[in-house]
C-alpha cells in the first residue's frame, strides 16, 4: 500500500494507537513528536481531555472560546514554554494500534470544538472533521463500534465517496 496520507503535517499531529475495545469503550496510547513516552489512555473521553491538555500545553491551536469557571486560572492567555521535539515525524508514523491507527491533525479550535483531518492508516484515507463528535464517529465508524443507518447522510463517514 502506498502511503500517500501519512504524514503529520502540523506541529500539533498525534497517533492515536486503539489497542482495545469493549462494546463502545476503547483504550489504547497516543503519541505526539514532544515525548518519547506514550499516553495512556482508557475510554475516548480520557483520550480527548489528555488531547486538549496536550493543544493547551502549545497553546496551538490556540482556542477562540475561553473556558468558563469560577476557578481563577488562566488557559492558553499566556505562551507556552518553547517545548523541543523528541520525536521525528518517521518515528511518529511508526507507531500502530492492535485495532486501528490514526493521525489526527488538529487545525483549529473554534467554537468550543476542534476542526481538522484525521487519516486511517490502516486505509490510507484522510477526511476533514468539523467537531469532535463528527471525529469520535469516524474513529468508531473505523473500530466498527457505530451501526446506526438512521445517521446523517451529510456527516463524513469512511464509505461515502
Not at 473521553?45 to 489528555?50: A, I, K, N, P, R
Request: hydrophobic letters at 30%.
Amino acid at each position: 500500500m502506498e502511503k500517500t496520507e501519512w504524514y503529520m503535517g502540523t506541529p500539533n499531529g498525534i497517533v492515536l494507537c486503539v489497542e482495545n475495545r469493549e462494546k463502545s469503550r476503547f483504550g489504547g496510547r497516543f503519541y505526539h513528536a514532544y515525548s518519547n513516552a506514550a499516553t495512556e489512555f482508557m475510554s475516548m473521553d480520557e483520550v480527548l481531555f489528555q488531547m486538549e491538555e496536550f493543544y493547551d500545553s502549545l497553546n496551538y491551536p490556540c482556542p477562540t472560546t475561553d473556558e468558563r469557571t469560577f476557578i481563577n486560572r488562566s488557559r492558553g492567555t499566556k505562551p507556552g514554554p518553547e517545548r523541543m521535539k523528541m520525536m521525528e515525524d518517521e518515528e511518529l508514523l511508526s507507531k500502530h494500534g492492535e485495532l486501528g491507527t490514526f493521525i489526527i491533525r488538529v487545525q483549529h479550535r473554534q467554537n468550543s470544538s476542534w476542526q481538522g483531518r484525521i487519516t486511517w492508516m490502516e486505509k490510507n484515507r484522510t477526511l476533514y472533521f468539523r467537531s469532535i463528535w463528527e471525529m469520535i464517529k469516524l474513529v468508531a465508524e473505523a473500530l466498527n463500534t457505530v451501526s446506526d443507518p438512521e445517521d446523517d447522510a451529510k456527516e463524513q463517514s469512511w464509505t461515502a465517496e
